[in-house]
């Protein structure tokens, strides 16, 4: 069973608009989400954070947000850069527990 | 360069064979993460050590095992193979055992025919 979903598969934006990357979970108890970049040929990087306590947090161009009643996450890319054209995976767990991750979006930046 | 480092990049194999992929976390980490990319899959979880202990265990075969070595280099071994366990097999390390930030070595990409 997958407990995190990103049921879109491809993001296509204009260099300079703002990018929404989703993610939704069914575990109530996870508490602590993160993002992942990834590009070709190389391991995930981190990319942003974010606790249960909090409902958004910001660095640079990317701000996530965290909805815990809908269980529904987003990462904002604003303004969208080519170099940010890679596979974003979202990720959560629960305190003491595993990461669960998501299949990947991969998005495209259109210069 | 996350300071994670993975051998080999590439393995080809036939199936019924047994391979050992090696991972080095980085300097401090004492927790190494093994997990499975499939085509159009997530990462998926495969196990957890720390500091040499086992830590928790996911979606892993009987097939497989891993261990981590006091110098806290890690080896996943993968044995019988079959078609279906190609895939990315990549190691992360983190400083400590729970719910932080995982940092991802660049992989290493099994090929089994």
């Known amino acids: 069973d997958q407990q995190v979903k990103q049921n879109s598969p491809s993001l296509s934006v204009q260099e300079g608009r703002i990018s929404i990357l989703n993610c939704d979970y069914t575990?109530?108890?996870?508490?602590?989400f993160l993002w992942y970049k990834k590009y070709p040929a190389e391991g995930p990087t981190f990319l942003i954070s974010?606790?249960?306590?909090?409902d958004k947090n910001e660095d640079g161009r990317f701000t996530v947000f965290l909805n815990k009643s809908a269980k529904h996450l987003s990462l904002h890319i604003v303004p969208s850069q080519p170099g940010d054209s890679a596979v974003y995976f979202c990720a959560a767990s629960a305190t003491g527990n595993q990461f669960y991750f998501g299949t990947g979006t991969s998005l495209t930046v259109i210069p | 360069d996350s300071g994670v480092t993975q051998t080999p990049k590439h393995l080809i194999t036939a199936t019924g064979q047994r391979v050992t992929l090696r991972c080095s976390p980085r300097s401090g980490d004492l927790s190494v993460y093994w997990y499975q990319q499939s085509l159009d899959q997530g990462l998926q979880f495969l196990i957890q050590?720390?500091?040499?202990?086992?830590?928790a265990k996911g979606n892993i075969l009987e097939r497989f095992s891993a261990q981590q070595f006091p110098d806290l280099h890690s080896e996943l071994n993968l044995s019988s193979l079959e078609l279906g366990d190609s895939a990315l097999y990549f190691c992360a390390s983190s400083p400590g055992w729970t719910q932080e930030t995982q940092y991802f070595g660049p992989g290493t990409r099994l090929l089994v025919l």
């Open positions: 974010i606790s249960s306590i909090k």
């Open positions: 050590y720390y500091n040499g202990e086992e830590r």
């Open positions: 575990n109530s108890m996870f508490d602590y």
